[in-house]
């Protein structure tokens, strides 16, 4: 008899420790996956916003806020290319024809150290002719066929 009641204590511990790591086992199971779920998720957002603050421009009413530019086709390139000396102001705040513009990359090429700029340079002209062009006729004809003077 009291063989039976060491025996049935001992195996009562043994089914407790058992059920202890169960639960234990359990825990951790679940436990992992929830953490790295919170954790990816954490990552995740965090990305998000920085590719939030580096992709997405901030455009107001059709103007690319950082730049001034208005906001059409290759206006990035225009972005790039444009600011890699001075200040795009110099762009925004000037109007042409065309040729106008043309001739300003090439005094620019010939005076300013301006390179080559491949096939951008008619992707460029698109987009200034566009929406660089000379004003609407006002008090004065827009300058044509104008003299850059060498610095
Ligand atoms: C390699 C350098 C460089 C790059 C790139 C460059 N420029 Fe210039 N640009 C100059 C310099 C230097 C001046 C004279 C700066 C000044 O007057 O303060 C100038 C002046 C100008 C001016 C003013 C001209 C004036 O009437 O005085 C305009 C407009 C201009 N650039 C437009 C552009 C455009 C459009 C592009 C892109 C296709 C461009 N620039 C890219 C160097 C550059």
Same mark, same amino acid.
């Given at each position: ?9 001992? @195996?009562? &511990?043994?089914?407790?420790? !058992? ?15 929830? &953490?790295?779920?919170?954790?990816? +998720? ?16 901030? !455009?107001?009413?059709?103007?690319? !806020? ?12 225009? +972005? ?9 102001? @110099?762009?925004?705040?000037?109007? &042409?024809?065309?040729?106008? #513009?043309?001739?300003?990359?090439? #005094? ?6 301006? #390179? ?6 008619? @992707? ?23 003299? #850059?003077?060498?610095?």
């Amino acid at each position: 008899m009291g063989e039976d009641i060491g025996n049935r204590e001992e @195996l009562l &511990a043994i089914v407790d420790r !058992v059920v202890k790591i169960i639960r234990v086992v359990f825990i951790v199971v679940l436990l992992y996956p929830f &953490a790295f779920y919170v954790a990816s +998720k954490i990552d995740f957002e965090k990305e998000k916003i920085i590719e939030k603050v580096v992709e997405i421009p901030i !455009v107001e009413n059709g103007i690319d !806020v950082e730049s001034g530019l208005i906001v059409d086709q290759h206006y990035e390139l225009v +972005k790039g290319t444009c600011s890699a000396c001075h200040s795009i102001n @110099l762009v925004t705040q000037n109007s &042409a024809t065309r040729e106008g #513009w043309k001739d300003l990359i090439v #005094w620019m090429q010939k005076t300013q150290k301006l #390179w080559d700029l491949g096939d951008d340079e008619v @992707l460029i002209l698109d987009y200034l002719e566009k929406n660089y062009a000379p004003k609407e006729q006002g008090r004065r004809a827009p300058l044509k066929d104008i003299e #850059w003077y060498e610095l």
